[in-house]
């Protein structure tokens, strides 16, 4: 059985360019990118921001809060 989360009223992410995923949104979202940069000025791979120690994913917590995002 194949079954979908409905976060959001639809897919596609607002800036145009990608669907709303887990990585679009924490890596590549340009509606995003000063969030992101304030939280991790440098290069993070994603499997840090989803899985790394309690202080990586406080940080993935911030930028999700700063960036008003509901999850």
Excluded at 11 to 22: F, I, K, N
Excluded at 41 to 49: E, R
Excluded at 60 to 67: C, D, V
Aim: proline share 8%; with cysteine.
């Amino acid at each position: 059985m194949n079954r979908k989360f409905k976060l959001a009223p639809s897919p596609s992410c607002a800036c145009g360019q990608e669907d709303q995923t887990a990585e679009h949104i924490l890596q590549r979202c340009p509606l995003l990118d000063e969030e992101r940069k304030e939280v991790w000025p440098s290069p993070t791979p994603l499997q840090t921001k989803l899985y790394g120690s309690r202080q990586e994913l406080e940080k993935t917590t911030t930028f999700i809060t700063s960036a008003g995002l509901i999850v």
